[in-house]
């Protein structure tokens, strides 16, 4: 059965959409790469996985995702750093699609955290999105990449709880797409 997969990097990040879509932990999956975590529906439809943060831990999950599941869409959900103090912590953006009543911008995936934006040429900045779509791109057609602001590159890591709420705040304008 075709699948609708959705990525994170953080148990914070899934945790609402977990709540949301009912999603249960399988645990009987074989060879799932270390780390991760991985959730479905009851009825199939739905298939989340928690990488852990990076282009390695990324990397990983995608590549046994698609190897053993069949994907007809693949959202990354996740939390981004932004450049500009103007925008407010919890805005939904989408990075690779134009879509109605969401804010588009340009992301900058790295593989250590900025802590400063001196060098950065786009608005927000993560350490996975590229990564998602690079895969993605290999094996599906219908891909979303969305990016919650949560700090402006400051270097202490968003509390787990304030994650939970800025997904859970962005719920109402992602369920559409999912």
């Not at 990488?51 to 994907?71: R, T």
């Not at 094996?139 to 202490?156: M, P, Q, W």
């Amino acid at each position: 059965m075709l699948k609708t997969l959705i990525y994170t990097a953080l148990l914070p990040e899934a945790q609402s959409l977990i709540n949301f879509l009912k999603l249960k932990q399988d645990t009987s999956v074989q060879n799932l790469p270390q780390g991760n975590k991985l959730y479905t529906s009851e009825d199939n439809e739905y298939l989340l996985i928690i990488s852990g943060i990076g282009k390695k831990n990324c990397e990983k999950s995608l590549e046994f995702v698609y190897k053993n599941f069949e994907i007809k869409k693949a959202i990354n959900i996740g939390i981004s750093g932004c450049s500009d103090s103007s925008i407010k912590i919890g805005t939904l953006f989408c990075t690779n699609r134009l879509l109605p009543n969401i804010n588009f911008a340009a992301i900058t995936t790295v593989d250590e955290p900025l802590m400063s934006d001196e060098n950065l040429e786009t608005l927000l900045v993560d350490m996975e999105a590229k990564y998602f779509e690079i895969i993605s791109k290999k094996y599906c057609d219908d891909i979303y990449t969305f990016k919650i602001v949560s700090d402006y590159l400051e270097e202490e890591i968003p509390k787990k709880a304030f994650v939970i709420e800025l997904v859970q705040n962005s719920i109402p304008n992602l369920k559409k797409f999912l």
